[in-house]
């Protein structure tokens, strides 16, 4: 091959190359640009205002869920109809009970990852009680106050308990708009378990007096979870809104440093 023939051969590779390259750019999924946030019980889609402000700045469309903790059946459609409106691939994320609703939800084919911060996530048809229950029982159980088949927990337990870590004055406001939840609905189960197919990320709460760290532990670990310790009361998601929008971002294949 003469000098000429061999640089022609030089540039068409170069070129062929470049071509490749575009169409593989081309072809890959762009990050993730939708995020949809539960709340869980004795909360309301507030206590995601923190987060949500970080993740817009990274330029995601986030979206929180008003969860009427009715039912399981009632929480899991009212997330299928905030994730009907999104347009595109979408990372699920959920927040104590809220594991439970988006193991539930999360099969949906929007939903391209899932995340849980200190948040339940039982196999499908699984008896949460009776697995909790095999884990040290948290504080906060105790501070339950029920009236007319509906719960909540007691100002103490929710100013020491489940958000010990917070501000009190800003806890005391928490506590006022706290969801009441169903008698029943701890006692659903659930007939899928998404964390078993989609990708997971999970926030472990390390001084959780609500649900037991231990618990939190065994669950990221059985889901094979990409898993982040918190020095957190059960609320990281607004004692430590950095570090949970961080893990959030990283799902959605966005991560910053």
Same mark, same amino acid.
Request: some cysteine; aromatic content about 6%.
């Given at each position: 091959? /003469? ?14 190359? $470049?071509?490749? $390259? ?11 640009? /939708? ?31 008003? /969860? =009427?903790?009715? !039912?399981?059946?009632?929480? #899991? ?11 595109? &691939?979408? #990372?699920?994320?959920?927040? !104590? ?11 949906? &084919? ?8 200190? @948040?339940?996530?039982?196999? *499908? ?7 909790? *229950?095999?884990?040290?029982? =948290? &504080? ?18 929710? +100013? ?10 800003? @806890?005391? %406001? +928490?506590? @006022? %708009? ?8 701890? @006692? ?21 007096? $609500?649900? !037991? =760290? ?31 929008? /961080? ?11």
């Amino acid at each position: 091959m /003469n000098r000429r023939s061999f640089s022609a051969a030089i540039v068409a590779g170069v070129a062929a190359s $470049t071509l490749s $390259t575009r169409g593989l750019a081309q072809t890959l999924a762009p990050g993730v640009r /939708n995020v949809v946030l539960v709340h869980g019980a004795y909360a309301d889609g507030s206590c995601w205002s923190d987060v949500i402000g970080r993740l817009q700045q990274a330029g995601l469309k986030a979206t929180a869920v008003q /969860n =009427p903790l009715t !039912s399981l059946a009632d929480d #899991v459609e009212a997330t299928r109809r905030i994730l009907a409106l999104q347009d595109g &691939p979408t #990372v699920l994320v959920g927040h !104590s009970w809220a594991g439970t609703v988006i193991s539930e939800a999360g099969v949906d &084919p929007k939903v391209s990852a899932l995340v849980y911060v200190a @948040a339940r996530a039982p196999d *499908a048809g699984e008896d949460y009680g009776a697995l909790a *229950a095999r884990f040290p029982t =948290p &504080p906060a159980s105790a501070g339950l106050v029920k009236a007319n088949g509906f719960a909540q927990l007691g100002e103490e337990a929710f +100013l020491r308990d489940f958000a010990g870590d917070l501000d009190p004055a800003r @806890a005391r %406001v +928490l506590y @006022a %708009v706290q969801g009441r939840i169903s008698d029943t609905l701890f @006692a659903s189960r659930t007939t899928q378990a998404a964390w078993r197919t989609k990708p997971s990320w999970y926030a472990i709460s390390t001084k959780d007096r $609500t649900t !037991s =760290p231990e618990l939190e532990r065994f669950l990221a670990q059985r889901m094979k979870a990409r898993t982040i310790e918190v020095e957190s009361s059960h609320l990281s998601l607004i004692s430590h809104p950095d570090r949970i929008a /961080n893990l959030i971002l990283e799902a959605a294949g966005s991560s910053r440093t």
